[in-house]
């Protein structure tokens, strides 16, 4: 079965520094990854996704992951932080045979001055 | 437009009550899903619906039951209500067959049971 595992529950950044989250996946056929955030009291939104391709995705707000298969990562890294930044952040594999995102535990992103 | 949109955004209830949520898409998808996050954050799928027929029920208890009316609308009822059950419900959708569509959200349903 398909599954995604984020490294760490809470990350905190100061403003400017570089962001990076970490996803491992493990899946048995070519994956597609995906990474959601969800700020305070809102639903998910697609940030970036991999499908097939380039493996270094670019997405919204700034933010870039690369698929590395060789590693069975997919992290997400933003150059400069900024307060806005602020959320929770959601690595995500989608299941084929079974039409369904799975999700990570969530990876909660502190932006400090 | 609000593409996927979930009334009520909040809804507090006593245990034993019976409640729904409902969910309506505008993008034209065919496959719908209620998600489940608990206090801590995690996402768990309940239910998938693809063309109003079921696809997915991950083991949620039969007190929950999704309708689908139409491929647009994917509603939850939930039966006899558990403390449990306080929770952020998601509705999402996407187009079946399109693995590099995303899934689209909705603002969420946050349910309190007292």
């Known amino acids: 079965a398909q599954s995604v595992t984020q490294l760490g529950s809470h990350v905190s950044v100061s403003e400017g520094a570089l962001v990076l989250l970490r996803c491992n996946y493990s899946s048995s056929v070519p994956p597609y990854l995906f990474w959601y955030v969800q700020y305070p009291n809102q639903g998910l939104q697609l940030l970036l996704k991999y499908t097939t391709g380039a493996t270094l995705v670019k997405g919204i707000n700034g933010f870039e992951a690369e698929f590395k298969k060789s590693e069975t990562s997919f992290h997400l890294t933003k150059p400069s932080a900024h307060m806005s930044d602020a959320a929770e952040y959601f690595c995500?594999?989608?299941?084929?045979?079974?039409?369904?995102?799975?999700f990570g535990t969530g990876t909660r992103l502190q932006v400090t001055l | 437009d609000t593409a996927v949109s979930q009334t009520p955004k909040y809804l507090v209830t006593q245990m034993g009550n019976d409640k729904s949520i409902k969910c309506e898409q505008n993008l034209g998808h065919d496959t719908m899903y209620w998600y489940k996050q608990d206090s801590k954050k995690f996402l768990k799928i309940m239910f998938s619906y693809n063309n109003k027929e079921l696809i997915i029920n991950e083991t949620v208890p039969n007190r929950f039951s999704p309708k689908s009316p139409d491929k647009a609308h994917l509603n939850l009822h939930i039966n006899s209500l558990e403390l449990g059950d306080s929770a952020v419900y998601f509705c999402?959708?996407?187009?079946?067959?399109?693995?590099?569509?995303?899934?689209?959200f909705g603002q969420g349903t946050r349910l309190t049971v007292v």
């Open positions: 999402a959708s996407s187009q079946a067959g399109q693995a590099n569509t995303e899934a689209f």
């Open positions: 995500a594999v989608f299941t084929g045979t079974a039409s369904k995102l799975t």
